[in-house]
């Protein structure tokens, strides 16, 4: 019986002195998205697009972090992962780790509609035996919004040419012409007369 | 026949007259109406104004610096976890009484967007004179890893020696949304326990978590493993033996459940400046406290328990 208890008082302290080991890390991570709710990525019936979140690993202990990433809502099939390698290493001090996502919005589909992008990114940790870690890990999305051809993020405005600055028109050029020669000639006959 | 004469000769005088006066408007007419109609030709030979309404501002013997080309190398920014984003931006000004007329020290931009605290630099540089009556500028301002996303307003001023200013606020940028976090510590202690003990708070925690990006709102989700023996790796300290909350104790309700996410409603983290340190909204902070409400009656033995790895216990903002 006090065998046993002392084990059970064992295995307490040991859990106490694994656990210290893993703590005072610290765990930074984030990613930017140039679309979100009150900025949503627009886009026409039939146009696809390719957007890009960015993470980022600027602050923390200096630890390097993977993080796995999954569409959790791809908005009705609108939206999907370029990279079949859904690991992103983002080491730290870097803030530029782009993960690319195909936006595709259908033929179909109504405009005014808009669909909601959700995309998460867990964490790996390390495979330390012995420890009960807490590792992190975020979801960001976006919303994209079906518009006409002319308010789609992708419409290039047709390029107006410059009028080209006009000179003399080619009618004043001619009347000009006409009358001078007819002055001409009435002169020449003029004097052909006077004599 | 003198008289006859005479009225050929005038006659002539006439024709020629006339012809001169033709060709003459003729050329007159055809030239250049590309942008100027006839009124507008006639206008200019009577001096009436070309528009309709004409408002001027004259300031005698000075006139205000005009600030023009705005520009910024990348119109959508990311903001920097945790960190301060500069950003660079040129413009030039134009003062027909000359670059020497110019106020260089007054050179100022801000960025700006309502609600939103207006970021500045008033000490913007010189590149160089871009000709006798233009110059052109560089400001490189900060932007906070908490201020808003959204279209913010680049205003440009200077100023001349004569206190007359130019102001640019045409152009816009965008500060991108930034969903980030760091949180300490990455594990969690617990102190010498007892079978029989119940309610026990880890004595590390609270787990801090600060918002390190622009992105509101967030609620906070944490997804419990059950802890594994290490060597009987059938015997478990439940996920479901540990509660989750805000604030310390352990009268928290979230109870944690094995590989489910669970929203720990007690909290919502804020954006804000972190080094305000309040451990509140205002300094976009939350914290989280771990509770064993006992350990499992049966079926556990003295060995080590461990939840790690893939089956480490997660923290996951969510936007």
Same mark, same amino acid.
């Given at each position: 019986m006090v065998n046993k208890i002392m084990k059970k008082e064992m295995m307490m302290v040991s859990l106490?002195?694994?656990?210290?080991?893993?703590?005072?890390?610290?765990?930074?991570?984030?990613?930017?998205?140039?679309?979100?709710?009150?900025?949503?990525?627009?886009?026409?019936?039939?146009?696809?697009?390719l957007m890009e979140l960015t993470l980022q690993n600027m602050v923390g202990d200096g630890s390097d972090m993977v993080f796995k990433a999954e569409i959790t809502n791809d908005g009705d099939g609108v939206a999907a992962l370029v990279s079949s390698d859904t690991l992103y290493s983002v080491p730290f001090g870097t803030e530029d780790v782009k993960v690319p996502i195909r936006v595709v919005v259908p033929e179909d589909i109504a405009q005014g509609g808009k669909r909601e992008v959700v995309v998460s990114f867990m964490q790996i940790s390390s495979e330390e035996e012995g420890m009960v870690g807490v590792s992190g890990g975020f979801t960001t999305k976006f919303v994209v919004e079906v518009v006409g051809v002319e308010d789609s993020v992708l419409f290039v405005p047709p390029v107006v040419e410059p009028k080209a600055e006009e000179g003399m028109p080619m009618w004043g050029l001619i009347l000009a012409i006409v009358i001078v020669l007819t002055i001409i000639i009435f002169w020449i006959l003029k004097k052909k007369s006077k004599k | 026949m003198e008289t006859k004469e005479g009225v050929q000769d005038i006659k002539q005088k006439v024709f020629f007259t006339t012809g001169f006066l033709l060709i003459s408007l003729v050329l007159l007419f055809s030239v250049s109406f590309a942008s100027a109609g006839i009124v507008d030709w006639y206008n200019s030979i009577t001096g009436r104004a070309s528009d309709s309404t004409t408002s001027m501002a004259v300031t005698v013997g000075?006139?205000?610096?005009?600030?023009?080309?705005?520009?910024?190398?990348?119109?959508?920014?990311?903001?920097?976890?945790?960190?301060?984003?500069?950003?660079?931006?040129?413009?030039?000004?134009?003062?027909?009484?000359?670059?020497?007329?110019?106020? *260089?020290?007054? &050179?100022?931009?801000?960025?700006?967007?309502?609600?939103?605290?207006?970021?500045?630099?008033?000490?913007?540089?010189?590149?160089?004179?871009?000709?006798?009556?233009?110059?052109?500028?560089?400001?490189?301002?900060?932007? +906070?890893?908490?201020?808003?996303?959204?279209?913010?307003?680049?205003?440009a001023t200077i100023d001349d020696i004569n206190e007359a200013r130019g102001e640019n606020s045409t152009e816009t940028f965008t500060y991108n949304l930034l969903t980030s976090m760091v949180m300490s510590p990455t594990a969690l202690t617990w102190g010498s326990l007892n079978v029989t003990d119940t309610d026990i708070g880890s004595n590390n925690d609270p787990i801090k978590i600060n918002n390190t990006g622009n992105d509101k709102a967030l609620s906070i989700n944490v997804t419990g493993y059950?802890?594994?023996?290490?060597?009987?790796?059938?015997?478990?300290?439940?996920?479901?033996?540990?509660?989750? +909350?805000?604030? &310390?104790?352990?009268? &928290?309700?979230?109870?944690?459940?094995? &590989?489910?996410?669970?929203?720990?409603?007690?909290?919502?983290?804020?954006?804000?400046?972190?080094?305000?340190?309040?451990? *509140?909204?205002?300094?976009?902070?939350?914290?989280?406290?771990?509770?064993?409400?006992?350990l499992p009656v049966d079926d556990i033995s003295a060995q080590d328990y461990a939840a790690s790895g893939a089956l480490s216990w997660n923290i996951q903002i969510i936007t």
């Open positions: 106490v002195l694994i656990l210290t080991m893993a703590i005072s890390l610290v765990s930074a991570f984030g990613a930017s998205t140039p679309y979100w709710d009150e900025h949503p990525l627009k886009l026409a019936p039939g146009e696809s697009t | 000075n006139n205000a610096p005009t600030i023009y080309n705005v520009t910024m190398f990348n119109v959508s920014q990311n903001p920097s976890e945790g960190g301060t984003r500069y950003i660079t931006v040129i413009f030039n000004v134009t003062d027909i009484d000359g670059v020497t007329n110019l106020n *260089d020290t007054t &050179a100022e931009l801000r960025f700006q967007k309502a609600t939103e605290t207006t970021r500045y630099n008033t000490s913007c540089v010189l590149v160089g004179d871009l000709n006798d009556t233009s110059a052109g500028y560089s400001c490189l301002v900060g932007m +906070e890893y908490w201020d808003g996303s959204g279209e913010w307003t680049i205003n059950d802890l594994a023996g290490s060597e009987i790796d059938t015997q478990f300290i439940y996920a479901h033996n540990f509660t989750v +909350e805000a604030t &310390a104790g352990c009268g &928290a309700t979230t109870l944690m459940s094995n &590989a489910t996410s669970i929203n720990v409603t007690s909290t919502i983290l804020e954006s804000g400046n972190n080094s305000i340190a309040a451990g *509140d909204d205002s300094s976009g902070q939350e914290e989280l406290y771990f509770c064993l409400k006992g």
